[in-house]
């Protein structure tokens, strides 16, 4: 029977054997998966785990340092790299959605690999791809309707990096991965942390990407997010963000009539992400977020909720 504390006695050996004394980088996302797999890491070869923390821009509200914070707390070894004007220029101009992944994964592997000529003897890429990630991105078995996001965490760096991948969470789902580290003593903090894809506020923001929109999304979400952690709802479901439509509705405000944005929040049960229900959240709740964001997000004039649940529709909007 598969059990964390037995999964983490051999993966941990396995991972002595297969590294001896060489060095791997591994690139932390503040997720749950990249986490547990550093810990595993660090526990097998210490000081010859080198993370990198990269922030492109995307991520939620001050989720930048509170992370980087939190990481230094675990004792692994992070460097930050702030690189949210390289990933926003890049990304300037962009509205499809597969374009944008690709940049966004692009930018990323430069900044990577920028990093990691600094670290010596570096010779493996450590990643926290679970099993889901895995079928998500190589089953393109449902003819031309169905499309497969590309993640970027899944099919290592190009050749020139010449890292060899070390995977240690490739068989596990995510319930799996939180038991894992659970049982390594991962605070909750870490575990129960919901599920946020790699390309961030980037595929939530419909549309072309500006530093203007990243900020307006990142109140919302912050405001979305507090609000169900200060009424005990956030472990109630498995992931919530909210997404800036590149819609603008009529509003008024005082005597005067508004053309702001559109957000929709989301936010679904799941047990991997694989399919998931739309969570139903108390209408008061409801009421009094759409309020909050109303009155204090300058430029959003309008919140809707998405009732859909996968299938047919996906978690993220893009
Ligand atoms: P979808 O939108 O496909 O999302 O229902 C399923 C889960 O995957 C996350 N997701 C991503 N994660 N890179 C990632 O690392 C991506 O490009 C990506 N796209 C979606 C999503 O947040 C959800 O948890």
Redesign the pocket.
Known sequence: DWTPDAFVETTVAELKEKLGDESVILALSGGVDSTVAAMLLHKAIGKNLYCIFVDNGLLRKNEFTNVLKQYETLGLNVTGVDAGEKFISALAGVTDPEKK?KIIGNAFVEVFDEESHKVENAKWLGQGTIYPDVI?SVSVTGGPSQTI?????VGGLPDYMKLKVVEPLKLLFKDEVRRVGRSMGLEDKFISRH?????GLG?RILGDITAEKVRILQEVDDIFISGLKEDGLYDEVW?AGAMLLPVQSVGVMGDERTYESVVALRAVGSTD?MT?DWSHLPYEFLAKTSNKIINNVKGVNRVVYDVSS?PPA???WE
């Open positions: 992944r998500e996001k590309s993640h970027h965490n599920p946020f894809p790699g390309p595929i992931q992400g998931a996968k996906t978690i993220e």
